[in-house]
């Protein structure tokens, strides 16, 4: 594509490929767009833009810093804390991060709608009916082994930490076995099928819960590391818009 205007400096060729083209379109098209974006806006306040710009997003980079730092300050304390009470309560060196709690519990199947009528009935299910079969039947399973699927939940003994427990683990109401005697901790070939017990009370006496809540209300509260960022923030965006 060619230009039948003369070459002025700072202007595109006369001859533009059309690659060339194609951006300079773009650009054209962006300029416009700019233009009527920013039409109601004075000379200064256009200038002002990109700074102002700038500063917010500086100041929201700055909030997520600053809470990435107490997180991570936060962690490096207590995980520090709950390992040296692990040492006290095992003798070894464990790393609360690999080493895991695992709990058993059953799930309770549901039974099928049709099985079901069919039992209140008293009548056979098809899948009882007599059918014929070239090698004998198995021996009907046990109902508590039918009525119950088996699973095995586990999380590190840090995680476990920071969720806490609640003062009901050694409870049986409504179980057939406690929180706790469903619970056993495993770390290593050293150290299997250990009671998680004496774990559970070293959680509820750090109580990582109650020290998170109190570091995040003196980082909110005046004069706070996260009052001063937030505050930043606000005022930036706000001049921003």
């Not at 767009?33 to 200064?44: D, K, R």
């Not at 995980?79 to 991060?97: F, N, R, Y």
């Not at 939940?153 to 057939?176: G, H, I, M, Q």
């Not at 109190?214 to 923030?233: C, F, I, K, M, N």
Request: with cysteine; glycine share 4%; aromatic share 10%.
């Amino acid at each position: 594509m060619t230009s039948r205007s003369p070459a002025v400096r700072q202007r595109a060729p006369l001859l533009l490929s059309s690659t060339q083209w194609a951006q300079k379109e773009a650009l054209a098209y962006v300029s416009a767009i700019y233009e009527e974006q920013f039409a109601s806006l004075t000379l200064e306040q256009k200038k002002r833009y990109p700074e102002l710009f700038k500063r917010c997003e500086q100041s929201l980079k700055n909030l997520d810093q600053e809470l990435k730092r107490l997180k991570d300050t936060f962690k490096t304390t207590h995980l520090a804390q709950l390992k040296s009470e692990l040492k006290t309560l095992l003798g070894v060196d464990i790393d609360p991060e690999k080493a895991r709690i695992y709990t058993r519990y059953r799930e309770e199947v549901e039974e099928d709608f049709i099985e079901y009528l069919a039992r209140l009935r008293g009548d056979k299910s098809a899948t009882q009916a007599p059918t014929f079969r070239p090698t004998p039947s198995r021996t009907p399973r046990a109902l508590d082994e039918s009525k119950f699927k088996e699973h095995l939940k586990s999380v590190s003994l840090w995680d476990a930490a920071c969720e806490n427990f609640s003062y009901r683990t050694d409870s049986l109401l409504l179980k057939p076995f406690s929180y706790e005697q469903a619970s056993f901790i495993d770390y290593n070939s050293d150290l299997t099928g250990h009671p998680a017990g004496p774990f559970i009370a070293i959680v509820r006496t750090l109580d990582l819960g109650t020290q998170l809540k109190a570091t995040l209300d003196a980082a909110v509260g005046p004069g706070g590391s996260l009052h001063q960022r937030a505050e930043e923030v606000v005022s930036s965006c706000f001049e921003f818009e």
